[in-house]
């Protein structure tokens, strides 16, 4: 099941909202999420819903030996051991074909690639269960004694198959005592409705283009289409990906939970790390926490820890070598911004890092998409213009000229959007203005939201299939 549905819109989540107020006490309104979590998570591909409730049972069980040998060797057996099993159905599910495809291809045997359907969202929650486990050794937090709340922290539909990846401490208060307000709901739903129009209207839009320049060989493909086509991909991923972020964090508040921002504005970055702490904030900080200050044969070992990083960052997205590739890529320039330095990144040129930074980051998104390697290969030869020189690739195109003329609002639109320009508008009407005016805002907010939701309706009664890009992942 995907959020942007018709069904899940109007059937799914009233049928969800009006259980779960219906309900007084928290202990049935956590059995109603835990229910309704399951059915979201098993309609697609029931059979993996004993592997979700496998992996809460094993995490829950490790962390309840750790807090009862807290201290002692056998704590930590109990906590390496949970985490190898984690990561163990991880690589089984993930990455065994991927492995017999290189063995195959290294040592010219050929050993049947095993064909393992990767059930949706195991990235995500094994993140989360590894991270609980991590916490609950370090005793950043208590391990949850009943199995039903950890449960619900695990398998919580909103966030359950894309993310963000949402520690235990962030919501562990909230999962034993929380209350929505109508403000709460009112807000949360605002905020679902732009991750759904994110998506819907401005995402959807803009992979149909994307697709006409990248669907196919792109060795015809002109210097200025190559530029054209990435540069909208890279817009299509961040409305795609921070999309469903805004649902998952509205959905979650409209139930009285309170996640982590996943997303804030990475494309006013001036540096690629800077770009990194705004871009799937949930997945750099867990790299960040659990393995960067990692003992490495001893002890932290800085830029080997850095390396390490990005190369489980590539990896963690997906089993191909392009993916590899591409958070290595990230890796070798943030290892060069950090031997510059911060002080003296701040005194260049505002102006150029940011061209700078928006070249590193567009080209890498090439590097994301294209899974086949000949292929990334001519998207080099393409964007770099050495196709002009070797092939007599042209500068321009017709093609590219009419796409841009015909899909020009679409994409100023989404540029706009990507910027922090709808924050500044909410702040003008909530604290510059008087009350009237803060009113105005309100109810202007929610028309316009009520507008979209019927935008999105529409759209969405032809469009049945467009799930979100890091369902995958």
């Known amino acids: 099941m995907v959020f942007s549905s018709l069904f899940f819109v109007f059937f799914f989540l009233a049928a969800c909202f009006l259980c779960y107020y219906a309900c007084r006490s928290i202990k049935a309104k956590n059995v109603v999420l835990v229910i309704f979590s399951l059915i979201f998570y ?3 591909e029931p059979v993996w819903v004993s592997m979700l409730i496998f992996s809460a049972f094993v995490n829950w069980g490790a962390s309840m030996l750790i807090g009862k040998y807290r201290g002692k060797k056998i704590g930590n057996f109990f906590a390496g051991a949970a985490i ?3 990561l163990a159905l991880l690589i089984v599910f993930k990455y065994s074909g991927f492995i017999v495809e290189n063995i195959n291809a290294l040592l010219n045997v050929s050993i049947p690639v095993p064909q393992i ?3 949706i969202g195991i990235s995500f929650f094994t993140f989360q269960a590894v991270s609980y486990i991590m916490d609950c050794l370090w005793e950043t937090v208590e391990p949850q004694k009943k199995f039903g709340r950890f449960l619900l922290y695990l398998s919580l539909f909103p966030q359950l198959v894309a993310g963000p990846i949402v520690r235990y401490s ?3 208060k909230e999962i034993e005592n929380r209350k929505a307000t109508p403000v709460d709901i009112s807000e949360g739903a605002m905020r679902a409705i732009i991750g759904l129009s994110k ?5 959807n839009n803009l992979y149909a283009v994307v697709e006409q320049f990248f669907g196919s060989d792109i060795s015809g493909l002109s210097f200025l289409g190559t530029w054209y086509g990435v ?3 890279s817009l299509y991923v961040y409305f795609d990906f921070s999309g469903y972020s805004d649902i998952a964090i509205g959905l979650g508040r409209m139930f009285g939970f309170h996640f982590n921002e996943n997303f804030n504005y990475p494309f006013i970055c001036k540096t ?4 990194w702490q705004r871009w799937h904030i949930s997945l750099s900080s867990f790299f960040r926490d659990y393995l960067f200050y990692a003992p490495i044969f001893g002890r932290p070992r800085k830029y080997l820890n850095l390396f390490l990083v990005w190369f489980c960052t590539g990896l963690w997205h997906g089993a191909s070598w392009n993916f590899i590739l591409w958070g290595l890529y990230f890796g070798v320039f943030i290892f060069i911004e950090t031997l510059i330095g911060k002080k003296r990144l701040k005194k260049w040129n ?4 940011h061209i700078y930074s928006k070249i590193i980051i567009i080209i890498g998104f090439g590097i994301f998409y294209f899974t086949d390697l000949s292929q990334l290969g001519q998207f080099f030869v393409n964007i770099s213009g050495a196709g002009m020189i070797w092939h007599g690739q042209s500068f321009g195109d017709i093609v590219t000229y009419n796409s841009l003329m015909n899909n020009l609002f679409l994409i100023i639109f989404a540029i706009i959007v990507s910027l922090p320009v709808l924050p500044k508008i909410r702040y003008v009407f909530d604290e510059w203005g008087n009350n009237k005016v803060f009113a105005f805002g309100k109810v202007g907010g929610s028309l316009v939201c009520c507008a979209l939701l019927v935008i999105c309706s529409i759209l969405m009664v032809d469009n049945t299939n467009n799930p979100f890009l890091y369902f995958r992942f």
Do not use: H, R
């Open 231 to 233: 540069i909208l991909y």
């Open 272 to 275: 690629i790390s800077e770009f």
């Open 84 to 86: 190898v099993i984690d």
């Open 117 to 119: 359907v990767m059930p």
């Open 350 to 353: 505002k102006i150029w890092t």
């Open 170 to 172: 962030v919501i562990e």
């Open 199 to 203: 998506k819907v209207i401005i995402a």
């Open 42 to 44: 098993a309609w697609g």
